[in-house]
């Protein structure tokens, strides 16, 4: 297949006109959202002298997210994007700059403007992934719309933290947050007032009931916090086996080369026009990441972990375009912000144990024992995924089986 053809599937996507803005202060927004738990790390840590202190600003800050993301989500959804984001776009930034200015002088006000900071940090990737789901209708353009959203995802996470490094080196432990407010409100502000959804209506029988009844959406939300500890757990264990191996130098190089491959494949997928099912390519999707990753434990080589760690972050943009995509059927589009912002949250708590649990397990066991935990999170994943599957299949056996028990007794 030629290369025009296949970049015009991409082409289509842009043409819509709504394209440059969504992607544009989406990918603006999510830059923040990716160097922001760094840039605490560095400023409390430098300020405070207390790297126990910025590890609790930043688990703080992002659990506050988990547990508010999918609440705002639902008022997005209920009141329009425009009338939610732009005052949480200003909550976020005024909560920021108190961090900033509390570092040095109260922890309680410390930690309480964190939590607040984590709370109000607008879920860029759920807005921009809801605008896409409602707009467009052909299930072709709407998959390599969501590809092109985790390929920002990725691109973000391997831009965000290195330039949250960049500024830090340059201007001080305060310029990557500061740094961050800017493009929180150009993003947030940008994306509001483009917004469309501000007079839309919904159904009230779809918006009473949780999103956790829905079939298939439990396991699919608990195998995402699975994967949430790989996400966690990768940087830690790469970077001890690098300072074990007295490459420690190279470390942050082979944590940067991990979502390279994820990007990559991520805008090959959407080249794809696949038939199967969103919830099959997830499951499969997990499985080649448990395996790529439990290959390391075979062969724990220094001179080739950097080819295994860009094999196993293939199938990253796979599995979470397959997981969006997947959730988009499965919930009502009235519900869509809270449902992307829940899938966000559960990455975010599985990413925030996965750091602290490796974290320990590499203190005690060492670094490349850390891949035995990295493989148990993907199998996890892929088990419950697996499972959700399953149980699906039977509950739609059962429910055709009532619907034909019943047909037979009206006639």
Same mark, same amino acid.
């Given at each position: 297949m030629k290369w025009g053809v296949l970049l015009s599937s991409y082409r289509e996507v842009l043409r819509h006109g709504h394209a440059a803005p969504t992607f544009g202060f989406g990918m603006v927004g999510r830059i923040p959202v990716a160097m922001n738990t760094v840039a605490l790390v560095f400023l409390i840590s430098t300020v405070r002298d207390s790297f126990l202190l910025a590890g609790i600003a930043s688990s703080i800050y992002t659990f506050s997210g988990a547990i508010v993301g999918p609440r705002i989500g639902r008022l997005a959804d209920r009141h329009g994007t425009r009338v939610v984001l732009l005052p949480i776009t200003i909550i976020n930034a005024f909560s920021i700059v108190a961090v900033v200015y509390s570092s040095s002088r109260s922890t309680p006000f410390l930690l309480f403007f964190s939590a607040l900071a984590g709370a109000t940090m607008p879920s860029f990737g759920s $807005? !921009? @992934? !809801?605008?896409?789901? @409602?707009?467009? #209708?052909? #299930?072709?353009? *709407? =998959?390599?719309?969501l590809s092109l959203e985790s390929v920002a995802d990725e691109t973000a996470f391997v831009i965000g933290p290195a330039f949250a490094g960049f500024l830090f080196s340059l201007y001080g432990s305060n310029s990557p947050l500061i740094a961050g407010v800017v493009f929180t409100v150009i993003g947030g502000i940008g994306l509001a007032i483009t917004s469309f959804d501000h007079r839309v209506t919904y159904d009230g029988e779809q918006i009473h009931g949780g999103l956790l009844k829905i079939k298939y959406v439990k396991s699919l939300l608990a195998s995402l916090v699975a994967l949430g500890l790989l996400f966690g757990s990768n940087f830690v264990v790469i970077l001890a086996v690098a300072k074990e191996n007295g490459r420690a130098a190279e470390g942050g190089l082979w944590v940067g080369l $991990?979502?390279? =491959?994820? !990007? &990559?494949? =991520? *805008? &090959?997928? =959407?080249?794809?026009?696949?038939?199967?099912?969103?919830?099959?390519? $997830? !499951?499969?999707?997990l499985a080649f990441m448990t395996l790529s990753t439990s290959a390391i434990l075979f062969f724990q080589d220094i001179d080739t972990i950097v080819y295994f760690i860009i094999l196993s972050g293939i199938a990253i943009a796979p599995a979470l375009i397959a997981a969006n995509a997947q959730l988009k059927e499965l919930v009502p589009l009235s519900r869509l912000n809270e449902a992307f912002s829940l899938l966000g949250a559960s990455i975010s708590i599985g990413i925030t144990l996965g750091s602290s649990l490796s974290g320990a397990l590499v203190d005690r066991f060492g670094g490349w024992n850390g891949f035995y935990f990295m493989t148990a999170a993907t199998l996890l994943a892929t088990l419950l995924s697996a499972i959700g599957i399953n149980s699906g299949r039977r509950m739609n056996h059962q429910d055709g089986a009532l619907t034909i028990d019943q047909v037979g007794v009206k006639e």
């Open positions: $807005y !921009t @992934r !809801t605008r896409w789901s @409602r707009t467009i #209708k052909d #299930k072709r353009e *709407l =998959g390599v719309a $991990y979502p390279i =491959g994820s !990007t &990559i494949a =991520g *805008l &090959i997928y =959407g080249f794809i026009h696949w038939k199967s099912r969103n919830s099959i390519r $997830y !499951t499969l999707a």
